[in-house]
């Protein structure tokens, strides 16, 4: 009997959603990497095999510093800065729900579910630690990646229109 009957379609459906939309958040941060990164075509992966294992905490921090050393303007680099600082916590808890083990630990009619954080010791045995985590709580928090997902694409545009217009600049002869 499969474990997933012990959890509600709704929890599922809520999981699903943020862990769709951190690889959406993902996929935007790693295009931007290989925006500022890439000089052409051949080279346009380059910033993905860098960061391909890591978590979006991580990668906005990358995203950060290449922003910085390609002279991405101030006011961009403060809005990802920004942006990197205001959902940190988020991306982390992000990336628990996605890959995290979930149980039911009770409630009727509104249950409540707990995510696996580790083991305890209690009166010499190991014990499961369960964050408890209702669906009002995964719902808010994609709210906020909504959020943090259409600050980052606008940004993602602007590095890539950035990075674009340089390119084009230099291909015309032009000094950077």
Known sequence: MSALKHLGDDLLLEVGKIAALRGSIRDSLLMSIGALLSS?????????????????????????????????????????????????????????????????????????????????????SLEPKWKKIALDDLRRLFDRLNGASENLEKLTIIIQGTMAERRTTKAHGDSV
């Open 40 to 124: 052409g075509l051949h080279d346009q992966g380059f910033g993905r095999l860098l960061v391909r294992h890591t978590e979006l905490q991580e990668i906005c921090d990358a995203l950060v510093t290449v922003s910085r050393v390609r002279g991405i303007s101030e006011a961009t680099l403060q809005q990802l800065t920004e942006t990197a600082s205001t959902y940190r916590e988020d991306f982390v808890m992000a990336s628990a729900i996605a890959n995290g083990t979930w149980t039911m630990l009770g409630g009727h009619p509104q249950p409540w579910y707990g995510l696996f954080e580790g083991e305890v010791a209690t009166k010499g």
